[in-house]
């Protein structure tokens, strides 16, 4: 056991972003300063990502643009770490630009960034969006 390391859930960083219990943002802001001073590693994991775009799209309602901010000032927090962020860079710019679901935007860009450029898909419309995907029906 690594006491070096650890992962942030969806339910700390919405407290830091939304600020809605004083007493929580506090404690979420000493943590990400201990990371940001090198004495703890965190991550934030990929599903935690996809679980901040939806509450922060559907509970919230927040726009799209204010999401991708909120979302890149989490990937831009110095001493975090997240697998994937490039991917979750493209995600983001097409979730805002392309109206796209941002589940299917993470996809498609994962499938490129691993090589895969074609997708067996019914929910053609926005896999369409994706520059670089060839989309098709099983």
């Not at 960083?13 to 940001?36: G, H, M, N, Y």
């Not at 796209?100 to 419309?125: C, N, P, Q, R, S």
């Amino acid at each position: 056991m690594n006491g070096n390391k650890a992962f942030i859930d969806t339910s700390a960083i919405l407290r830091f972003l939304v600020k809605d219990d004083p007493a929580k943002t506090a404690a979420v802001e000493k943590l990400l300063k201990q990371s940001k001073e090198g004495n703890l590693t965190l991550y934030v994991l990929p599903v935690t990502i996809l679980e901040i775009v939806w509450v922060t799209e559907k509970v919230y309602r927040l726009s799209r643009r204010t999401i991708r901010e909120l979302v890149e000032a989490i990937l831009n927090t110095p001493g975090l770490k997240c697998p994937l962020e490039y991917v979750f860079r493209q995600a983001l710019a097409t979730y805002e630009t392309q109206n796209i679901k941002f589940a299917d935007a993470v996809m498609g860009h994962w499938g490129l960034e691993e090589g895969l450029t074609i997708v067996y898909t019914y929910d053609e419309k926005d896999f369409k969006k994706i520059s670089g995907l060839q989309v098709r029906r099983p």
